[in-house]
């Protein structure tokens, strides 16, 4: 619904009325002679310039998280190793809650929530084949004495 106020030399919008929320949106005064503009489309919001597309977000963590899953190394840092990707994948969780599920399509958004949990179950997983081969090796270690 909106109310326009016209005269014979102008027209001026005096009220406006959507069924979506408003996102504000602050514009350079010195390029703009508008004091206000209210976008009703997420679509057309400004991109924020600090964030990183998710999906470089989520790379670069998949690569540590693999990197870590396929390694073959079995020290006592495996522990450490796995509260801090875990950590990480948590951390990247909430970035995407918070940060990301507005700028994200629906589609997407599902897409990296799956990714985020196969990592943490995949991390879990080297946990538990780490602890197998600890026991194993305990076992084997201690027939042999």
């Known amino acids: 619904m909106y109310i326009i106020k016209k005269t014979k030399h102008d027209s001026s919008i005096e009220y406006m009325e959507y069924d979506d929320p408003a996102y504000e949106v602050k514009l350079d005064i010195n ?44 020290d006592d840092d495996s522990d450490t190793t796995f509260s801090t990707l875990l950590g990480e994948v948590e951390k990247a969780n909430a970035m995407l809650e918070s940060q990301y599920k507005e700028f994200l399509k629906r589609q997407e958004y599902y897409t990296y929530l799956d990714k985020i949990s196969f990592l943490k179950e995949e991390l879990y997983n080297k946990l538990e084949i780490n602890k197998y081969n600890r026991n194993i090796n305990s076992l084997i270690s201690g027939k042999s004495r």
């Open 31 to 74: 390029k703009f002679a508008i004091n206000n503009l209210y976008v009703y489309d997420k679509k057309y919001l400004p991109k924020s310039h600090n964030l990183l597309p998710f999906e470089y977000v989520f790379a670069e963590l998949a690569n540590h998280v693999f990197g870590y899953i396929y390694s073959d190394e079995d």
